[in-house]
């Protein structure tokens, strides 16, 4: 990798930070740019070519991550959609499900027994919504024997 590519990847790891750590906040593309030093166009290609998705998709998935914890704590589905910063209960629902597999409220009344057995760490890990294959095969719950 030359020095430029890693600089690069350096600023992206920049705006990731930034998602990662202000989910909650209203945050755009352009915002994002600004914080990898990139124009926001450029700075959308490199993000997909280096992540696998968009920054927005990031931030989504993120953000349905939090809003996974929230509804296994007992938070109602529209505290948890505001608290994770989506303004649109019906986006918000229609995202979650896409990524879950499942509606925030059949989620949210769902058995979360193994994972509050677990430490926060590793059932962070294990709750990961996944971008990947059919939608039931999305969360890796554990305690399930599907999940490998």
């Known amino acids: 990798m030359t020095p430029e ?3 690069n990847l350096a600023h992206l790891r920049r705006a990731r930070d930034l998602i990662d750590r202000d989910y909650a906040r209203p945050l755009d593309v352009p915002t994002m740019a600004r914080h990898a030093l990139m124009s926001p ?3 959308s290609r490199q993000f ?3 992540y696998g998705e968009t920054p927005y998709n990031y931030l989504m998935t993120r953000r349905i991550e939090r809003a996974m914890a ?3 704590a007992g938070m109602s589905v529209t505290d948890a959609c505001m608290t994770v910063g989506c303004t649109s209960l019906g ?3 229609s995202r979650f499900t896409e990524v879950v ?3 925030p409220s059949a989620y949210r009344t769902r058995e979360h ?3 509050e057995a677990m430490p926060a760490c590793v059932a962070k890990v294990r709750t990961r919504p996944l971008r990947t294959g059919p939608p039931a095969s999305r969360i890796r719950e554990a305690g399930d024997p599907s999940a490998a």
């Open 41 to 43: 166009a450029h700075f």
């Open 70 to 72: 929230l509804l296994r």
């Open 5 to 7: 590519e890693l600089a």
């Open 48 to 50: 997909r070519a280096a």
């Open 101 to 103: 597999g499942e509606t």
């Open 113 to 115: 027994s193994a994972v």
């Open 91 to 93: 986006s918000f629902s």
